[in-house]
């Protein structure tokens, strides 16, 4: 078979011209022409995560320009009325984003059947602010004295074992006598082993001067105890006494004695002038007793031992509360002076007549601050209007045409979170971008001088990028603020010294990378300067990773901001986003929005920057030309 077609002759007809009948010319080109950028922009926006992150990088930027310009929310004037309000982008009620707070395990007011909060605010402002509340069905025991508790018992304690003291509670000193039947009335509480201590022997007696009457000689008897004092006058011969009722507990060398009153109730006949006093000496709720301080004047009881709380009872509750309506509403009644009603009625927000009084009241336009007058006070000898006490909506006084919403809530300084995050994440974006520029653009021309032209002009130029490495940044700022002061020239100067270095050092290695491919030294035959070389052939090849790592370099530069301030050490005289972010981490555990909005802020501008980096970087490759 091989031998046939070796020896096999073509003849003419074996072959046939296939375009024999067409006219054979060059194709016209379909595509159009197109440059190095504009096929760089068509292959980024084939990139759709770039896209978005340009997209989002794009709002931030917008909003770092507008939201400080445009809201007129106060960031620079302290307001502690104001402060550590919650995000509010919905109404109260919704459940979410709404401006309440959600409070757990919280001390329950029954007198007033509220929680029990801060006395800045009244009973008023706190129920009209109340959106839920849930209060434990059961109470809970301390051992604390706490002015929501009740009953309880009080807890008689001798000081110390080893000491030998006695625990000694005495009453202000008070008349008794035969006539009036005085009694008195002891609830004690038989519990071992309170606080790792031992119930002890106790004793109950009258003292009047250095005269003892014994009412109960010590005992260890805990039941209910109800002594007759008029009886004990009488088989001491006296016919009245002005004395003071001890009660003894008797210390022991073994352990620390103590022991448990629940009540100690002194009575009387109605007849007797002294009953008012006996039933404020008297023990009816060990809570309360425990609660007055020893320094106030109802404090009737002294103790040389220690006093304290057993059991006291006391309820918890979980509740939601509208920040807004507590600070903003119209729950307190505020009292006005004359010349301001006065000026309203001038100004036409009212009508109000002192001589008819509160119901004469009038309200005009919505630019008045009350609603309804409860109250006026009078002068006692022009007989004209003092003042009057009205109710209306806070937000007014304040100066608020309607009841403003913070998105991010308010800080501690009542500042808006929101405006104050922008604003200081404006100064560090032009804290960044100007870093970034000085250190891409000196990175770059050193890089590629160190890289292109190598030999003992690189390693000069990498000895000095060592050296100045070696020294950390952290040490250059702190010099930088100490000799030059703590200013924005101050942290770019001391960002950029080291900054360039990292660019340089990419620049180097892509320029070592390119120098001697083929078409670089066929440029270079042909006569290309070494500029040409630079520019022209080199350079746009290594673009893409020095873009990316410098696109990179804003972000860096905010957060070494951010860091700075967490070691007092931030941009001081304008507003700062590490400098906010700084103030706000000692509330994280209780009002997190303070740090975890702004951070979601940070988190999107670093996703952003990196997205768009990379983006770049593909979209400037010269090896992806043409590429879909």
């Known amino acids: 078979m091989a031998d046939t077609e070796k020896n096999r002759v073509f003849k003419e007809d074996d072959f046939v011209l296939i375009q024999q009948d067409k006219r054979v010319t060059d194709t016209k080109l379909e595509t159009k022409p197109t440059t190095f950028l504009r096929d760089a922009l068509r292959r980024f926006r084939k990139n759709k995560a770039s896209v ?85 069905p059961e109470p809970t025991k301390i051992d604390a004295a706490n002015p929501y508790g009740e009953g309880g018992a009080v807890m008689l304690t001798t000081d ?7 625990a000694l509670m005495y009453s202000k000193a008070t008349s008794f006598d035969t ?42 008897d805990y039941s209910p105890l109800s002594i007759n004092i008029s009886e004990a006058l009488k088989e001491a011969s006296l016919d009245s006494i002005r004395a003071q009722v001890f009660f003894e507990v008797k210390s022991s060398a073994e352990s620390v004695n103590y022991i448990l009153i629940e009540s100690a109730v002194l009575s009387a006949d109605e007849s007797v002038s002294n009953a ?5 000496i008297s023990i009816s709720d060990a809570t309360d007793f425990i609660n007055v301080s020893d320094t106030s004047d109802l404090a009737y009881w002294s103790c040389t ?28 009644v505020v009292t006005y002076p004359a010349t301001e009603v006065n000026r309203w009625i001038e100004a036409g927000y009212c009508l109000y007549d002192y001589k008819v009084g509160p119901e004469s009241f009038v309200k005009l336009t919505d630019d008045c601050p009350i609603d309804v007058v409860e109250d006026q006070a009078i002068m006692g000898i022009t007989k004209k209007l003092s003042s009057i006490t009205a109710r209306g909506w806070a937000y007014k006084k304040m100066g608020y045409d309607k009841m403003p919403k913070f998105l991010f809530g308010t800080d501690a300084s009542g500042f808006d979170l929101f405006k ?63 000799h030059l002061g703590n200013n924005f020239f101050t942290y770019v100067l001391a960002l950029c010294m080291t900054g360039w270095i990292g660019t340089a050092a990419r620049t180097r290695t892509q320029f070592y990378r390119f120098k001697g491919r083929e078409y670089v030294l066929a440029s270079r035959t042909l006569g290309s300067s070494d500029a040409r070389l630079i520019f022209k052939h080199i350079l746009p090849n290594s673009l893409g990773t020095i ?9 860096s530069s905010i957060f070494s901001e951010a860091t700075l301030a967490y070691l007092n050490l931030g941009l001081q005289g304008r507003q700062s986003f ?46 992806l030309k043409g590429s879909e």
């Open 578 to 623: 590490g400098v906010m972010m700084s103030n706000n981490q000692p509330y994280l555990g209780v009002y997190p929005n303070l740090v975890i909005f702004p951070a979601v802020v940070m988190a999107l501008m670093m996703i952003s920057f990196n997205l768009f980096g990379n983006g770049l970087r593909d979209a400037l490759n010269p090896a």
């Open 305 to 332: 031992g220690r006093k304290g709380i057993h059991d006291s009872l006391i309820y918890y509750c979980d509740y939601v509360i509208d920040t807004y309506d507590l600070v903003y509403g119209q729950g307190d």
């Open 276 to 280: 008012e006093e006996l039933a404020q």
């Open 52 to 136: 978005a992150g340009s997209y989002i990088l794009g709002i931030l930027i917008i909003l770092t320009i507008l939201v400080p310009s445009l809201s007129s929310a106060n960031i620079t004037t302290v307001n502690s009325a104001e402060a550590f309000l919650a995000p509010k982008l919905f109404e109260a009620g919704t459940g979410f984003w709404d401006g309440t707070r959600k409070i757990k395990h919280v001390v329950y007011d029954k007198d007033n059947e509220i929680p029990a909060l801060s006395e800045k605010n009244s009973v008023a402002s706190i129920k009209s602010a109340l959106v839920d509340i849930k209060i434990d």
């Open 420 to 482: 104050r995050a922008f604003a200081g994440l404006r100064t560090s974006l032009i804290l960044g971008i100007c870093t970034a520029a000085f250190c891409f653009c000196f990175g770059l021309i050193w890089g590629s001088i160190s890289g292109y032209f190598g030999g003992n002009v690189d390693i000069l130029m990498e000895r000095f990028c060592d050296i100045l490495g070696g020294v950390p940044w952290i040490v250059v700022m702190t010099i930088c603020i100490l």
């Open 547 to 555: 873009v990316t790592s410098s696109v990179l370099m804003i972000p």
């Open 179 to 220: 006539k009036g039947n005085y009694t008195l009335d002891v609830v004690f509480r038989d519990e071992d082993g309170v606080n790792n201590c031992m119930l002890g022997e106790y004793a109950v007696y009258l003292m009047a001067g250095d005269e003892q009457i014994m009412l109960k000689d010590f005992s260890r």
């Open 160 to 166: 110390s074992a080893v000491d030998n003291k006695n």
